[in-house]
């Protein structure tokens, strides 16, 4: 299964693939019911505190200014942590409301370097929180709404606190596009999703459709057909855009009659009673003649959408995408305002991998070590 997702650190709630859709970050999409968690993945995080005499629970505190801080629970997040407190950093890292991010609604991960056998996605997030634990990275699990990145030292506005720090680096992750249908609102939670991993056990033994044709498609579709009595894959092109080895397994599911491919169609109207859908009415891209096709269920997996909207206006930006400096000479990750560092999804709208995340999220420390070497 290819590793696409960085995760969001911002996002508050996991209602689909990104940890909630809504990004957390104010301005970001509508917000949507919240999916049913399979059991392996993380409980919700709540503020740090501890109880007091009554049972209740009292807020923690935590130190205010940090010389570092990170913002992002995913695979870059955790790796900036690791390697920016081993350069002594003392880094602190707000988690969001929900730890993981996309990949904790992840199954099988099969493209980690040296897991030979493969490895769950929550399995997986967890490793990398022991990690960065390891190195007495400060967790501190808050949502941030706001930042002011014109001050110094920095200031971040989170829901259990403020925040300064010297440098900053962000690894928010992105997000679950949809389609932007009335009806698709409509029945979010009554049909509709961004998340098999998720959702999908309430659609065992019946038929669903997936929308999309790129990585995270396909894997829902290979999901899907093994729970569900059918799949129709829905993709407005004449070929997909995944990976080829993951192409060969759908097609193989094809030939079982698990999965129908409908070629060159979109989805047109999600259909039902106003509460539970029972239908997608499809269209054709070449003539566009339209047909329904009988689902309990639909899910949208057609792309992401980065999770920057709280930076907007205050760093530069290409489609919603954080523009880092790149280059071979050092501090590739640095954004537009100095001592501010991106790495991960939020960043990267080519690759897309955890593996890149990961490897972006060491970028962004070492570099942030050596801006803050230089600020003596």
Request: proline letters at 6%; a neutral charge; one cysteine or more.
């Amino acid at each position: 299964m290819p590793l696409e997702r960085s995760a969001g650190a911002s996002v508050p709630r996991p209602a689909g693939r990104g940890g909630g859709r809504n990004g957390g970050i104010a301005g970001g999409p509508p917000s949507q019911p919240p999916c049913a968690w399979p059991a392996q993945l993380p409980i919700p995080l709540q503020v740090p505190g501890r109880a007091n005499r009554r049972g209740r629970q009292e807020k923690t505190p935590v130190s205010n200014h940090h010389r570092v801080l990170i913002l992002g629970s995913g695979p870059a997040g955790y790796t900036a942590a690791v390697y920016a407190a081993r350069a002594n950093l003392k880094p602190a890292l707000v988690t969001g409301l929900y730890q993981g991010g996309q990949l904790t609604t992840t199954t099988e991960v099969d493209n980690w370097p040296a897991d030979a056998d493969g490895v769950q996605g929550p399995e997986l997030m967890e490793r990398f929180q022991r990690h960065a634990e390891r190195f007495e990275t400060q967790m501190i699990y808050d949502h941030i709404h706001t930042v002011a990145l014109g001050e110094r030292p920095f200031r971040l506005e989170g829901d259990g606190g403020t925040y300064t720090c010297d440098a900053l680096i962000i690894a928010t992750g992105a997000s679950a596009q949809y389609l932007g249908l009335p009806s698709e609102q409509q029945y979010m939670g009554g049909g509709v999703s961004a998340c098999a991993t998720c959702d999908g056990f309430f659609y065992r033994g019946k038929p669903v459709a997936v929308v999309g044709g790129g990585n995270t498609a396909v894997e829902e579709a290979l999901y899907l057909a093994n729970i569900c009595s059918h799949v129709t894959v829905i993709h407005r092109r004449d070929r997909f855009r995944a990976e080829k080895i993951m192409q060969d397994k759908l097609f193989a599911r094809e030939a079982e009659g698990k999965v129908t491919i409908r070629w060159n169609t979109t989805l047109d109207e999600v259909l039902g009673d106003g509460k539970v859908m029972s239908a997608v009415r499809l269209r054709s891209t070449v003539d566009g003649a339209t047909d329904e096709v009988p689902v309990a269920g639909a899910f949208i997996a057609i792309g992401h959408k980065p999770n920057t909207e709280i930076f907007a206006g205050q760093l530069e930006m290409d489609n919603g995408y954080i523009v880092t400096r790149g280059g071979r000479h050092g501090m590739a990750t640095q954004t537009s305002v100095p001592g501010v560092f991106a790495a991960g999804d939020v960043q990267d709208q080519i690759y897309r991998q955890a593996v890149t995340s990961a490897a972006s999220g060491c970028q962004a420390a070492l570099d942030a070590e050596r801006y803050l070497d230089d600020l003596g």
